[in-house]
């Protein structure tokens, strides 16, 4: 592991097929190699809900193969960045740095390997994996293991699914597939409802200290309508090579905020709400860090009770512990709860989660199996620091990692880090496939950096980027903007005359759409059912929607179909059954595909004939 960035590798024997099988008497069997040196129990819980292999030989390596229709279609794995449909590929699930670029192959990728971190990513490569596939033929299964496994649908006709365990437990489900996404978020747990001050305008992301309360009264002035002020930096910077990063020290940094106290409650007499940020780890330099060390909270050295220190690049912190109880009571009482919450903040990034090393010790468990679990035991963590003040379903806060188990802690996801561009693998795109791939597993809702993050390598945002990606956030759950890494060398949302005309503009459509996002936080609750879905959630008859990972529909009455590509000012639309009108010109469309104008300021939207938003939806072109 570099910085996040892993790579793993197996000296495995060889795979022995098991070709007998003996009914135990109970339901169960037992499977056998021919030479029986190989056996394994398989059996079937009483109502057919999961199915559960074991290995009595002591191997802890087990591959299975799962037959496909010629016709299936795999969704599924989690929150995927590059590909809706599986097939035709391979998908590690192990939670990690997405990378750079995503693209092997790329200037942009191979700069970010270059000095050997493998930092550049790929295709699969994701800080939300998720051992969970549903597919078209009627069913889904989600794997109960936390180990690391491979979903491989390379194959024609059958999904190969390698777990590195001795025992694999697969929960069963059929139905069509917005039955199947219903089925997964009951089993992961309820959905929480967003807070409804977050849906009511934009949250403007700026971290240049006292000067950011000036930049947002002018973008006030101008007339955007803000329902939150994102300052990351409230905890204190610390510049490195990457860009201006945070002093990861979770309380306030009187220094960068001297009067934040006061500023936080002059803003939420005005409805607008101050957030900031915070990660599971703890600088060496900061004054948390003894403190946590002197009461063990930390995860240790293999061959000493120091603190296991992870270069998170040019500084180094330590990795709270939370398989410790105590440690996690602490952290969610002492940090979130008291300097957090009681000083005033109502929302913040719960970042990382992805990091855990597999040579270090816990205070319970295995690093290779809690590795995959980190990101949930970290989700809880927030929850429990949120639940203890009563403010579930006040307090905004939003997480890049995940596995399964996440939905029932984590209220909102985002994107993670994308690349300031449009690029293929790593750029606007990718958000919409992010919540599409994420939305059929049973969250709810999800956004992005609006603008994007990662500028590297001479990468840096243009002004239609940020014009585009205004677009997307404003037909989003939450329209949060980013500053980025590297602020100084980007454009910011108040950077010209019509990056601030267009933010005014578009934080007041998101505003507007506010009734309905309303309604889509009820039906998520009641129905399971995603804020953005893909097509086939819908329309589960038309087979053309289930490959369909670049457009959405917001509900079941708007389609978005952003601009992501540069220099675009057209857009290729499928419109499933039904007449859709075109939101900007009120021409109504056929179903099937059209080649839409799709000029800056003009994404491709229709709502659906008969909506009873419909008045709503017409009133957002005037």
């Known amino acids: 592991m570099v910085r996040g960035n892993f790579r793993l590798s197996d000296d495995a024997v060889a795979a022995m097929p098991l070709c007998g099988a003996e009914v135990d008497g109970t339901g169960g069997a037992v499977l056998a190699s021919t030479d029986g040196s190989v056996k394994v129990a398989i059996s079937l819980a009483p109502d057919a809900s999961r199915l559960t292999l074991t290995a009595l030989s002591g191997h802890d390596r087990m591959t299975i193969y799962l037959t496909l229709a010629p016709d299936d279609i795999l969704w599924g794995g989690g929150e995927q960045m590059s590909y809706l449909a599986l097939n035709g590929r391979n998908f590690p699930i192990w939670t990690s740095e997405p990378g750079v670029g995503r693209e092997p192959g790329t200037p942009l990728t ?8 493998f930092a550049g990513g790929d295709y699969w490569t994701t800080n939300y994996p998720e051992p969970t596939v549903l597919c078209s033929g009627g069913w889904a299964i989600s794997l109960a293991n936390a180990e690391y496994v491979e979903l491989d649908a390379r194959e024609e006709g059958r999904l190969r699914i390698h777990v590195w365990s001795g025992e694999v437990a697969i929960d069963l489900f059929e139905g069509a597939p917005a039955d199947l996404t219903r089925q997964l978020a009951a089993r992961f747990g309820p959905r929480q409802a967003l807070p409804d001050w977050a849906i009511g305008g934009a949250v403007v992301g700026l971290k240049q200290g006292e000067a950011s309360f000036e930049r947002l009264e002018k973008l006030i002035d101008a007339g955007a309508a803000v329902s939150g002020l994102w300052c990351e930096d409230w905890v204190g910077i610390r510049e490195t090579s990457f860009g201006r990063r945070l002093f990861w020290d979770w309380q306030w940094n009187a220094e960068r905020y001297p009067d934040l106290p006061a500023r936080i409650a002059a803003l939420k007499a005005r409805g607008i709400r101050f957030l ?9 330099d900061g004054p948390l860090y003894p403190e946590a060390a002197a009461k063990g909270y930390f995860a240790r050295e293999l061959e000493s009770d120091a603190p296991y220190l992870v270069d998170f690049g040019e500084f180094h912190a330590g990795v709270v512990d939370f398989t410790n109880p105590a440690a996690c009571h602490w952290f969610a009482e002492e940090v979130i709860g008291k300097r957090m919450l009681d000083f005033g903040l109502d929302g913040w990034m719960a ?25 949930v035991r970290w989700a809880e963590v927030n929850a429990r620091a949120v639940a203890s003040r009563g403010k579930t ?14 939905q029932a802690h984590c209220p909102l996801l985002w994107a993670g880090d994308q690349s300031v561009d449009f690029s293929r693998h790593d750029g606007i795109g990718t958000v919409v496939t992010a919540a599409l791939s994420s939305g059929l597993v049973g969250n709810a809702f999800s956004h ?15 002004e239609e980027l940020m014009l585009r990606w205004y677009e997307l956030g404003a037909f989003s759950p939450v329209f949060r903007t ?9 454009l910011q949302i108040d950077s010209t005359p019509a990056l601030i005309e267009g933010f005014v503009r578009w934080s007041r459509v998101h505003t507007a759409l506010a009734p309905y996002v309303r309604h889509l936080v009820a039906e998520a609750q009641a129905a399971g059912l995603p804020a953005q879905s893909a097509l086939f959630l819908h329309h589960p008859e038309d087979r ?3 490959t369909i990972q670049d457009q959405y529909l917001y509900g079941a009455d708007l389609m978005v179909a952003p601009v992501i590509e540069a220099g675009a000012d057209m857009r290729q639309v499928y419109l499933p059954q039904g007449i859709w009108r075109h939101i900007w010109s009120g021409a109504d469309y056929a179903p099937g595909w059209h080649e839409v104008p799709a000029p800056i300021g003009e994404p491709a939207v229709f709502y659906r004939e008969g909506s009873p938003f419909a008045p709503l939806f017409a009133e957002l072109a005037q």
Do not use: C
């Open 110 to 117: 191979d700069s970010a390997s270059a000095d050997g971190s």
């Open 276 to 284: 900031g940020y915070v990660n599971p780890y703890l600088a060496v």
């Open 351 to 375: 970042d990382f989660g992805e990091y855990l090393p597999t040579d270090l010790r816990l205070f319970d468990g295995d690093p290779m199996q809690e590795h995959n679990r980190w990101p």
């Open 393 to 406: 379903g006040d307090v905004l806060w939003f997480m890049r990692a995940g596995h399964k188990g996440v």
């Open 448 to 462: 992005s950096d609006v603008g994007g993050y990662t500028s590297l390598f001479g990468n840096v945002r243009s």
């Open 482 to 490: 980013h500053e980025g890494n590297r602020p100084d060398e980007n």
């Open 544 to 546: 053309e929607t289930f």
